[in-house]
């Protein structure tokens, strides 16, 4: 089993940027692929990106190319998520999670969640 915290997330003013870290623990295979997620009350869990452990093969929701980005770090166990040009709609929980095998935008493809950092975009 593997075990997700995520930080990084905190206030911010519209413009700026955010790296959000989600640290994995346990067992982690090398075809272990890990997602962002983010969820607003009332609003289902919506895809961002995902990255492949192995290959760091990237896939993004097409409506979040552009000011996201997604990277891992192998050697630290970490997962990155870079949001810049940060907008008050981008405000959210964000969640990382894990699944084995390809990318995928579905949040029932993912085995694990994080517990979620707090994004919130001032105007």
């Known amino acids: 089993q593997v075990q997700l ?3 990084g ?3 911010v003013q519209a413009g700026g940027s955010l790296r959000l870290s989600c640290v994995a623990s346990g067992h982690i295979l ?3 692929t890990m997602g962002w997620f983010r969820q607003t009350p009332g609003k289902e869990r919506e895809f961002v990106a ?3 452990w ?3 093969f990237t896939y ?3 409506s979040m190319k552009g000011r996201f980005t ?3 770090d192998k050697a630290k166990n970490t997962g990155y998520l ?3 040009s940060l907008k008050p709609e981008d405000t959210a929980v964000y969640y990382c999670a894990w699944r084995i095998g390809d990318s995928r935008g579905n949040p029932s493809d993912y085995n694990g969640w994080g517990l979620g950092t707090q994004v919130t975009v001032s105007s």
């Open 5 to 7: 915290v995520e930080s």
């Open 50 to 52: 995902a990255v492949e």
């Open 9 to 11: 997330g905190g206030l």
């Open 60 to 62: 993004y929701s097409n």
């Open 30 to 32: 090398s075809a272990y």
């Open 54 to 56: 192995n290959s760091a």
């Open 82 to 84: 870079q949001i810049d």
């Open 70 to 72: 997604i990277s891992r």
